[in-house]
């Protein structure tokens, strides 16, 4: 009895096995093609991420040489020179070494006076959406500090107005530029108000805030003999001619407009 019951599980566990294998078979038969064409996809996209990898390495390894390359032309006072070749790395490299090499570029150009074209390349790193945001601030301050001694206040605000926030890294500089332009143009109110900024900011460096309260005790002693004036208007300016005093032997004048005559001495006797 016991014997039958063995033979009956395993007949039964045979029967169970060769059931499985034909549903594995028939899955196998379905999706065995799209199973075996995604492990070949894998494979290739793994290959294909790690030769692009290497290939990216290999063009950042080459950027990086013709970096040092250009910047020992520019040591060696090879302006010219460092900038054609900073301005080709630009062109043709990623956007790390593109962005570094514009701002070499800008450098190259202030070496040789040209300041138009610095600012212009300035502007173009900031105006680079794909560039890292705090090298486009950097060319924003560089610019403006190119253009501090011409550009108009609202031209100054526009460049570098946006750097003024308690998280940005740039603010103090884009503060003193903007002060310094509003000290040039006569608004003393707003430059008094950046360089007071930058002084109370704890996280200023030193030479800033030092610059700052120079230029700041210069306003504020403009601002207090401006105020002094309007206080009283009656006080001539310096220099002004003095009124003639009256001449201290004059001779009267009759109501006909003539001198009168100074009365003769009285003659002594001679008795």
């Known amino acids: 009895m016991k014997g039958k019951t063995l033979s009956e599980d395993s007949l039964i566990r045979e029967v169970e096995d060769e059931v499985r294998r034909e549903q594995l078979g ?36 080459n950027a990086g040489q013709q970096y040092i390359e250009a910047m020992q032309l520019a040591d060696d006072g090879e302006h010219q020179q460092a900038q054609s070749a900073f301005n080709k790395i630009a062109a043709e490299s990623k956007i790390g070494p593109r962005t570094l090499a514009q701002l070499q570029e800008a450098a190259t150009k202030i070496a ?19 560039a890292p945001p705090v090298l486009r ?19 100054m605000q526009a460049r570098v107005g946006e750097l003024d926030t308690d ?14 332009t509003a000290y040039r143009t006569g608004d003393l ?4 108000q950046l360089f007071s900024a930058i002084i109370s900011d704890p996280q200023a460096p030193m030479g800033s805030r030092q610059r700052a309260q120079i230029v700041l005790s210069l306003v504020e002693a403009t601002l207090a003999g401006k105020s002094a004036g309007s ?23 009759t109501s006909a407009g003539e001198a009168e005559p100074t009365p003769a001495a009285p003659k002594q006797s001679t008795q």
């Open 167 to 180: 998280e940005n890294p740039w603010r103090n500089s884009a503060r003193e530029m903007m002060a310094l």
């Open 112 to 130: 040789q006076n040209d300041i138009p074209g610095a600012v212009s390349t300035y502007d173009a790193v900031t105006a680079d959406n794909s």
């Open 26 to 61: 028939r899955l196998w038969d379905r999706f065995g093609v799209y199973v075996l064409g995604i492990c070949v996809l894998v494979i290739v996209g793994v290959g294909g991420v790690k030769l692009w990898n290497y290939y990216e390495g290999r063009q950042a390894l």
């Open 231 to 253: 206080q009283n208007p009656a006080i001539p300016a310096a220099g002004a001619p003095a009124a003639a005093a009256p001449a201290a032997a004059a001779p009267a004048e």
């Open 189 to 192: 109110d707003r430059a008094k």
């Open 137 to 155: 601030d950097l060319a924003r301050v560089r610019a403006a500090f190119l253009l501090v001694d011409s550009a108009p206040l609202a031209e």
